[in-house]
Structures are given as structure tokens and as C-alpha cells.
């Protein structure tokens, strides 16, 4: 492990908590509370598809990609084909699900004050 490595997990680790209660700020301040329940059905429901059907899903179609499959890349510099490292599909793949996360984050607030004006 790298000396700036501790350091950098420590801000991730902060940013991540600091984001989590943001949200769940907005969340409880914008849905009315009367939808609390269902919102509550609705995201355990989704948690539970998640853990029995797409997570499944992913890992067993991410080993065939990262096992099955060579990924090259063209590097450019040199004009030969070379295979790109595991590392660098992991550093996309959680990048991805970054986006992901937050995404959904956002929309589920944009509904929350969509409903909050109608």
C-alpha cells in the first residue's frame, strides 16, 4: 500500500458519509410523509431484486468478461494491440456504479419535489 493511500480512503470514506447524509436529508425533508411507507416497500423491494437476481447476474457475466475475454487496446504511440490490465476494468466498473448510485440518487429527489408541487 502507498504512503497516500490511507490518506486518499480517508476523504473517499468522509465524502461517501458526508453524501449518504445529504441525501438522506434531502429525503426525509422532501417526500411527504405519508409516502414514507412506500418508498420504504418500493426500496426494500428493489434492495431484494438487486441481492437475488442482478447482482448475481453481473458477477457471473463480469467473470466472463474479465476471465473469458482478452481485452486489448490499441496503443496508439506504438500502433501494436496490447492487453489492457484487470485493474483498469475495476477502476470502470466502480466508476460505473458511482454514476449509477448517484443517478438514481438524484432522481429519486427530482421525483420527491416533483410530487412535493403537483
Known amino acids: ?7 486518499t480512503r480517508r476523504v473517499l470514506v468522509v ?3 458526508a ?4 441525501w438522506a436529508y434531502l429525503a426525509l425533508t422532501s417526500i411527504p ?11 426494500a423491494g ?10 448475481p447476474l453481473v458477477i457471473v457475466l463480469g467473470w466472463v468478461v474479465l476471465v473469458r475475454l482478452p481485452a486489448l ?4 504511440a ?15 466498473v466502480v466508476l460505473r456504479g458511482l454514476v449509477m448510485v448517484l443517478g438514481t440518487l438524484l432522481l429519486v429527489w427530482l ?3 416533483w410530487s412535493s408541487v403537483r
Open 111 to 113: 421525483v420527491a419535489l
Open 15 to 17: 465524502a461517501g458519509v
Open 46 to 55: 428493489s434492495v431484494a431484486l438487486n441481492d437475488a437476481v442482478i447482482a
Open 73 to 76: 487496446a490499441q496503443d496508439r
Open 78 to 92: 506504438q500502433g501494436r494491440a496490447v492487453a489492457v490490465g484487470q485493474e483498469h476494468v475495476w477502476v470502470g
Open 19 to 22: 453524501g449518504m447524509g445529504w
Open 1 to 7: 500500500m502507498s504512503a497516500g493511500t490511507g490518506w
Open 33 to 43: 410523509s405519508h409516502w414514507w411507507l412506500p418508498w420504504g416497500i418500493w426500496l
